[in-house]
């Protein structure tokens, strides 16, 4: 099993600054298949990036995904009030399917 | 594409529960599928999967209690949760793969969630 170590547990940014999240595996990920979510309270985990870096339909360009083998990192150029959240990587690679523990993102 | 999972509730320790997620808005058939469960507070754990061939996977930490299963006719996605714990208190997703030829996919959309909660 592939585990997913996210970094930091809590980012604490003000809107307009640069977020810089980490996803580290215990593995090199097959073919570069880890995924970005976002999650706010109440609501179901919406996908940002796929590929590691290919954004999804609708997703704002100042989220950005890199990262290949075993370290992955999303990046938000600068933070809108709506990107405050808790964002989860996902290898999908090889099964079982791993989340990461997440980063939560909050207003400083 | 929308998925909409219902069946959940309050159930006592070792007691069943069957979970339902409704399709729409695509070919149900020709898409794998997931559940994927949170626990209040906490990450996201994948709990099962099925193919369009109706083979099944499962993490150890389910095996042998829940069961998946799909029914295409009904554009319907199933999870019976047998011998339940206090530690399967969860809100369960159901996802679809996001693409549907062969090969491994990252997971969209996903539905809303329905609460299970074990206790006594």
């Known amino acids: 099993e592939i585990v997913l170590t996210q970094s930091p547990g809590t980012l604490s940014l003000s809107p307009g600054e640069r977020a810089t999240l980490s996803c580290r595996a215990s593995?090199?990920?097959?073919?570069?298949?880890l995924a970005w979510y976002q999650q706010k309270p109440g609501q179901a985990p919406r996908l940002l990036i796929y590929?590691?870096?290919s954004r999804a339909t609708g997703i704002p360009d100042r989220f950005s995904g890199s990262g290949s083998g075993t370290d992955f990192t999303l990046t938000i150029s600068r933070l809108e009030p709506e990107d405050f959240a808790v964002y989860y990587c996902?290898?999908?690679?090889?099964?079982?399917?791993?989340f990461g523990q997440g980063t939560k993102v909050e207003i400083k | 594409a929308q998925l909409v999972e219902s069946g959940g509730g309050l159930v006592q320790p070792g007691g069943s529960l069957r979970l339902s997620c409704a399709a729409s808005?695509?070919?149900?058939?020709?898409?794998?599928m997931h559940w994927v469960r949170q626990a209040t507070g906490k990450g996201l754990e994948w709990v099962s999967g099925?193919?369009?061939?109706?083979?099944?996977y499962y993490p150890g930490s389910v095996k042998g209690r829940f069961t998946i299963s799909r029914e295409n006719a009904k554009n319907s996605l199933y999870l019976q949760m047998n011998s339940l714990r206090a530690e399967d208190t969860a809100v369960y997703y159901c996802?679809?793969?996001?693409?549907?030829?062969?090969?491994?996919?990252?997971?969209?959309?996903w539905g809303q969630g329905t609460l299970v909660t074990v206790s006594s």
């Open positions: 996802a679809r793969e996001a693409i549907a030829v062969g090969g491994t996919y990252w997971f969209d959309p």
């Open positions: 808005g695509f070919t149900f058939s020709s898409y794998d």
């Open positions: 099925i193919d369009t061939a109706g083979h099944t």
């Open positions: 593995q090199s990920v097959s073919r570069s298949s």
């Open positions: 590929g590691a870096s």
């Open positions: 996902q290898q999908y690679g090889s099964s079982p399917r791993t």
